[in-house]
T-cell receptor, first 115, second 108 residues
Framework: GAVVSQHPSRVICKSGTSVKIECRSL??????MFWYRQFPKQSLMLMAT?????????EQGVEKDKFLINHASLTLSTLTVTSAHPEDSSFYIC???????????FGQGTRLTVV | AQRVTQPEKLLSVFKGAPVELKCNYS??????LFWYVQYSRQRLQLLLR??SRESIKGFTADLNKGETSFHLKKPFAQEEDSAMYYC??????????FGQGTELSVKP
């Protein structure tokens, strides 16, 4: 299957700083990318959907000013956690798909720890 | 409401025993249903989808619209099947809605 790569896989940051997570589709053009948050052994909670070249659509309860999403190209989307706090510590996963009818592929996830 | 329910958080069976991971959905439209698997320290990957009606790694799942269920079954579990399993559906907007996940533990 297609490959989606996230970077970094693990990051530790200080409270109050911002962290950027990258999600790349390596061998296909991703018109849509999704960002999820996953708690240990729990479900994936969809945070936002981004389509290339347009503003991300956030799910209810997700602060768009805190979780900035940019999808500037067909192979790259970024999630920036601004002014991170310990409660933002989580596993963040992106997924990407080429079109509505195609399979969505998942990145390996980024473990964010805010200290 | 759009929802996927996986009632079992943990399912523990012995090797060779049959397995059924339950999944029920709530969606007013006609859903496209999936099972995803996440092995330890690996990324989420698609196991099977209902429109394909295929069997992957011995697993099958049948969509029952009357019961709004899409249970995952395997007649003889293997130790390598131990993983987290997520049932999901894709809504009309193309978003994947996931269930809470079931951890399958297959003991030797």
């Amino acid at each position: 299957g297609a490959v989606v790569s996230q970077h970094p896989s693990r990051v530790i940051c200080k409270s109050g700083t911002s962290v950027k997570i990258e999600c790349r589709s390596l061998d296909f053009q991703a018109t849509t990318m999704f960002w999820y948050r996953q708690f240990p052994k729990q479900s994936l909670m969809l945070m936002a959907t981004s389509n290339e070249g347009s503003k991300a659509t956030y799910e209810q309860g997700v602060e768009k000013d805190k979780f900035l999403i940019n999808h500037a190209s067909l192979t790259l989307s970024t999630l920036t956690v601004t002014s991170a706090h310990p409660e933002d510590s989580s596993f963040y996963i992106c997924s990407a798909r080429g079109s509505l009818d195609t399979e969505a592929f998942f990145g390996q996830g980024t473990r964010l720890t805010v200290v | 409401a759009q929802r996927v329910t996986q009632p079992e958080k943990l399912l523990s069976v012995f090797k060779g025993a049959p397995v059924e991971l339950k999944c029920n959905y709530s969606y007013s439209g006609s859903p496209e249903l999936f099972w995803y698997v996440q092995y330890s320290r690996q990324r989420l990957q698609l196991l099977l989808r209902h429109i394909s009606r295929e069997s992957i790694k011995g697993f099958t799942a049948d969509l029952n619209k009357g019961e709004t269920s899409f249970h995952l079954k395997k007649p003889f579990a293997q130790e390598e099947d131990s993983a987290m399993y997520y049932c999901a559906f894709k809504n009309q907007g193309g978003k994947l809605i996931f269930g809470q996940g079931t951890e399958l533990s297959v003991k030797p």
